[in-house]
């Protein structure tokens, strides 16, 4: 590499104060040459030995000029990528380059994360690999195929390669987000949470090395570590599914006039009339519900599953803001007292009274009994209610539909 070219680059990290991360475990045979090839570029290196037992510690005493995280017992990629991301947070870095130590990325690529940091300053960047070449092993290929349709479905983001340990932090967008796993997985769980957060995640193509079966280092464990990554995705999509992406349909939605919804998702909508009005009537449904700070969220996330239009089963769920929840309330008790009969006591200043007076005489049986068979009737009452006015309603919303809707 000409020398010109070595001190651009080098401007380059002091200008972006960017940093480069080299996580390590038991990789003496590699260790070195990566951070001689990595030094071409800068000195602001951290290198992390996550418990290393080889002769890693005393390769790294001869390099007195870069930065040295330490402990003694091995804990995991996730774990070594935290603590060079807190300890580079302490250096005050707004950046930090992530790159293996087992040799397999090729530290003449980092000029391609540099060249892109202009344009991309908040993103986070991700080397996507040719995993197609022959030298790929296929389990690592199935691996990375698997990882890459979890994470469009947990993020909306289609990635070539999700699993590339070859990337660019913007340090300063992740400092608040609390991490919780420790090993391979973390790779996952910080992109997937990062693009939550709203941050652009994007690919850069890098080269790979795969050495032969017989010359291969890996600590990855292909029972534990593939389960553990099994295990995260499954409870990431489970919050995508129950709140991630409810509350993006829920902003999206809400950015919009009333007169665009309104000629967007019903207007000019290739649903049928039955299907608009079953929306409707769906989302009257959900609104009485008591399930009173979720109804949108469950809303959202069972229409999606019925195929229902979301954004009309949002917007008739919200039958029951604040104006319209005394009357919903009171329906839905009188409902259940006519289909239970009285239970409990009716709902009024002296109900709540005599309670009062149960309560300070310590008659606490009869005041939890009746206050129980007052719930009862409502939450039974309201269910029936929702049925009762969500059919009411989305009939009555066919009916106009099909007067009035253009064809």
């Given at each position: 590499m000409e020398i010109q070219e070595i001190y651009i680059y080098s401007e380059l990290f002091h200008n972006y104060n960017c940093c480069v991360i080299i996580p390590t475990y038991n990789n003496s045979q590699t260790i070195e040459n990566v951070i001689n090839k990595v030094l071409l570029y800068t000195s602001e290196i951290i290198v992390v030995n996550d418990g290393s037992t080889d002769k890693t510690e005393s390769i790294l005493a001869s390099f007195p000029q870069i930065n040295i995280v330490s402990y003694s017992k091995n804990q995991g990629k996730g774990y070594a990528l935290r603590m060079g991301f807190e300890y580079a947070n302490q250096k005050n870095y707004d950046y930090a380059i992530t790159i293996d130590s087992d040799g397999q990325h090729f530290p003449n690529d980092i000029p391609v994360f540099l060249n892109k940091l202009k344009e991309n300053p908040e993103s986070i960047m991700i080397g996507a690999r040719n995993m197609e070449q022959e030298s790929v092993p296929g389990k690592s290929s199935f691996g990375n195929k698997f990882s890459n349709f979890w994470f469009k479905f947990e993020t909306n983001i289609?990635?070539?390669?999700?699993?590339?340990?070859?990337?660019?932090?913007?340090?300063?967008?992740?400092?608040?987000?609390?991490?919780?796993?420790k090993k391979y997985e973390f790779e996952i769980e910080v992109i997937v949470r990062a693009a939550w957060k709203g941050i652009d995640i994007i690919s850069v193509p890098v080269k790979v090395y795969y050495p032969s079966q017989e010359e291969r280092i890996t600590h990855f464990r292909p029972f534990r570590d593939f389960t553990r990554v099994s295990i995260l995705n499954t409870i990431l999509v489970i919050i995508a599914l129950l709140y991630i992406k409810p509350r993006n349909y829920i902003r999206l939605l809400f950015k919009k006039k009333p007169k665009e919804i309104f000629n967007e998702y019903i207007l000019q909508s290739n649903d049928s009339n039955i299907r608009i009005a079953s929306a409707v009537g769906f989302g009257i449904f959900m609104g009485i519900v008591p399930i009173w700070g979720f109804q949108m969220l469950v809303a959202v996330f069972i229409a999606h599953l019925l195929k229902l239009n979301k954004a009309i089963?949002?917007?008739?769920?919200?039958?029951?803001?604040?104006?319209?929840?005394?009357?919903?309330?009171?329906?839905?008790?009188?409902?259940?007292?006519?289909?239970?009969?009285?239970?409990?006591?009716?709902?009024?200043?002296?109900?709540?009274?005599?309670?009062?007076?149960r309560f300070v005489n310590g008659n606490y049986k009869e005041v939890m009994t009746e206050i129980s068979y007052t719930l009862v009737q409502y939450i039974i009452g309201s269910i029936v209610f929702g049925v009762a006015l969500g059919l009411c309603i989305g009939v009555i919303f066919f009916i106009l539909l099909s007067v009035f809707r253009k064809k």
């Open positions: 289609e990635l070539p390669d999700t699993q590339s340990g070859y990337r660019l932090y913007p340090l300063k967008l992740l400092k608040n987000i609390r991490f919780f796993t089963v949002l917007i008739a769920s919200n039958i029951s803001i604040p104006p319209m929840i005394p009357f919903i309330l009171f329906f839905s008790y009188k409902t259940g007292i006519i289909i239970l009969g009285k239970m409990g006591g009716n709902i009024s200043v002296e109900f709540f009274r005599i309670n009062a007076e």
